[in-house]
């Protein structure tokens, strides 16, 4: 019985260690844009710089985050940016009002 028990927690560790180490490739060496909907200054900005300053940290590969500025339009802007020209490859993040999408 020990031994059954032994060995599904090392099965277990193999598939828990798997996809965490898969995904240090992605991110290794490569800039991650957040891009914010407000001028500088403001409090989307604040938000924005302080998790620019700590997420790094967190995600395997120790990517470099950037913050950029596209104001104007109440946001719009931004979002047109995000959902027309900035590519899906998990590298741009977008910050902006969320009631945005309901309107």
Known sequence: MKRI?????IVSLFL???PASAQD????????RIIVGA????????YSRTIDRHIGKHIPGNPTF????MPGAGFLIS???MYKVAKPDGLT???FIGGLFLQ
Do not use: L, R, W
Request: net charge negative; hydrophobic share 40%.
């Open 79 to 81: 979002a047109n940016y």
């Open 16 to 18: 828990i260690a798997a």
């Open 93 to 95: 993040i977008g910050h």
């Open 66 to 69: 950037v913050v950029e500025n």
């Open 39 to 46: 001028s500088a200054g403001g409090g989307y900005d604040t």
């Open 25 to 32: 490739g992605f991110y290794q060496g490569k800039t991650v």
């Open 5 to 9: 028990i032994c060995q599904i927690v």
